[in-house]
């Protein structure tokens, strides 16, 4: 049954140091509240796993939450680069990353084989590349029926999943939709599952097209505007002024610490962060 | 068409990369759209010659008809327009795998003579000079759509002699080398860059600059190629942007900033 | 792109004798009226697919449609036997019918490869049953990672797919809601595909939870109440009188030949039939 | 709790039968429903003592909270009452066969002593004496559910020595066979009849009666066995429906009905 908490504890009861993590999202609905929360409570040792690591990831590592990195595509979507990803991989800064890479397809097999209670699952893909020479999780296999040649991936199980919901009833139930990627996967594929959520409410919205059963969550926290700057459809819009600023915000080492300083571990909750956002841009305007 | 020496006055090369791209999808295919420029000239050509065009996003969006073309491929324009959202290890398995997408449209960071693409990192995979985002949807869009369309910008940072890392495969070595792996599509069948436009020899898959763009010296994007390009015989002249394109180009940037 | 077209047309233009057909549904939205159009143009050699063959295939089989049957649970669901199913693989009556038989979780496996275009899937399932010997489409395959033995059963690859729909839109586009089974495997795993529906609209109804795209379909027939005595959430109710009342009008072969011959052959269409069934249970009342 | 030894009046083994069933369903449970006696079971625990059992049926719908019991597993009522509804294979990879379901409900045509179930045949394969439905969803939640409940009524036809085919796992031979063969649940761990009930022996695995109904002679149920039933030196005798079963179950008789 998924309890109700406050992102603060149930961070702190569900994320523990050396976990492998997925916050997941694409694009949409990412939990950037979450991954905030995560790094103001300093945990360390985290494999943090993401198809599409981006900003929030940018951050996780920037400030060394991170051993390693299994991911398949890590930017800034219509920006750029992410320096901190960067300044991690190419300068070991400000700790090694490790790093375990794949193509989407490669990587959503997997979150679907883990899903399914499965240690592996099959797709066309890899071959010829070099991706497949760099991690032991890629591997041929042969149809027992056709003796065609194909790839197998290994299932990816996680510790904990974090994922953005539009909506919880009063059951505990959870509500997506609009685009939901690879969340519902994520969660099923988790030891431990945490979800910030929009907005509590009675009935869950009749356009909902993922439902997550409370009794496979573990905690909801309620976080309005909880993914800025990426959005919640029906609640929320894309913040794209902050991915572009984000671009310099996160090129220098300085500026970077200093920023995260102030806006993440110096603000209380995610609340008091957004005020600060807020307050900022309208001084700016 | 004979087509005009000289582009129109404020038209970028990058604009003529997109509106040459565009033409190269055809209405009522289905084609799955890779982040970045590729989705600026799909949108352009949903928006002329292909309105019948379906659009593909790995974020799960089928048939997606933004009116303001996407910054990232998960915005919300895409879901609402959209005739269905899948989820994302739906739309890799029963979409694209299956073999359901005509036309896979691709970015690059590097391409090699056989039309193989890297998009992971410059210099040493251990020790890189530039770490890029990585592969995305990229190896399986090329291995597994019918036909594959590359766009991007030609230099010799962007046109190598030899790849860093093979993120995803166009005709490896050539020479059919695509059937021999079991590989299901056709692989590039044309790269439109900011210089002209190459496709594969039929015979060896090797990649040969068949079209300029207007006031383009072939010369130029020779020099622009880390291998020594060949230069079809026949070499043709892009015909350059109509006005109607421009029109909707400009609308579609506008739109986007 | 689906083409709108009679229920007529379709069929004699999509399903061919010799054809591998499933007309699927789990309970809901059961194709009937395409079943009924099938044995009215008088396919021969079909090999039916379906996860769960009920009151439909039992006409069908009863009428001699198919050689062949792969399913996995065949009945009158809440009511009993399938009598003619029975009467076929018992008695071979009217002729012999050949069967394949798996679990559901193996029929399911078997559709979501085959929409996949992958040649098998992989399950935890048969593992000591008797089912595997049976079939040369299950096979124990060995994980890469783990050496952990699970299962392998082939693709399902259709020649037809039919199915009932609640919509299409004015593209052709065709929306489901409710229980919507393995509808969209099956169409994906076929060549060609059919789609009934209750009503042709402007704009598919927001609670759609399975659209396919037009490309994918190949005709769309306009067939109001086309999965009686199945049901079309939204617009029908489940005839569960009419289930009840098959029991014994499938149980006798002569009772059966001339209900079939009455109600189907002689029948021009669907709605013929409806208005046919609607004065015989007003007469009865 | 003392029994009373008759049943009260106007009560059906089978109404006993379903009651006892119910009785094994704990609150909070996540139970996959098979087709037939089981659901009728499951709701009556679920309007009883386990309201908030959770209903999965292999139709997808997750959470069903119907209010009469659908006469298949399919019914809209199960759709319009869910938590969630998702497509057939996600209800089996993604639910049942990742491990998620506590209690596996089944019911079934034949038994044998070690809970191994058949659903497909009487007489040969090829050529049967009676052809049954076949397998649907009960092999995998019978191999991939923490634990298992069948409940059938009791006779020499459905209680056999040798099983004319094995649809669906029990504990095969016993003495931990299922661990050898991989599979992860525990198997039957009580089969509920309109006589009593029989759980499986630890070591062996095999069933023993160690409950019969109100008024039920021990001895007819080891008559009604077709292999020499053993009994526990402990027999227990079930306690009657409750009033309150009694009501709830009628309710939901007639709204079948």
Sequence with gaps: MA????????????????DTVALEGFTH????AAGHEIIRQRRTGLTLVRM????????????????KLVFSWGGNPGVGSLHRFRDAVEHRWPRPLAIEEHSHAGMATRYAAAASGLPFGVLRGYVGTDLSAHTDTVVPITCPFTGEQLTAVKALDLDVAVIHAQQVDRAGNVAMWGITGVQKEAVLAAKRSLVTVEERVDRLDARAAVVLPSWVVSAVAVVPRGSHPSYAMGYTDRDNAFYQAWDSISRDRDTFLDWMDRHVLQTGDFAEHLRLLDVESRAAA | MSAPVVAPAGLSADDVMTVAASRQLADGATCFVGIGLPSLAANLARRTHAPNLVLVYESGTIGAKPTVPPLSIGDGELAETADAVVSVPEIFAYWLQAGRIDVGFLGAAQ????GNINTTV????????????????APEIASNSREVIVVLRQSTRTFVDKLDFITSVGHLDGHAARRRLGLRGRGPTVVITDLGVLRPEPETNELVLTAVHPGVDPAIAVAGTGWPLRVADDLQVSSPPTDDELRVLRQLQRGRS
């Design chain 1, 3 to 18: 309890e109700l908490r406050s992102l603060a504890d149930a961070v702190a009861g569900l994320v523990h140091d050396g």
């Design chain 1, 29 to 32: 609905l990412i939990p950037h």
């Design chain 1, 52 to 67: 599409t690591p981006d900003v929030v990831y940018d951050q996780l590592i920037g400030m060394g939450v991170a051993d």
């Design chain 2, 111 to 114: 391409i090699d003579r056989f």
């Design chain 2, 122 to 137: 410059i210099g040493p995979y251990d020790a890189p000079t530039v770490r890029l985002p990585g592969a995305g949807g």
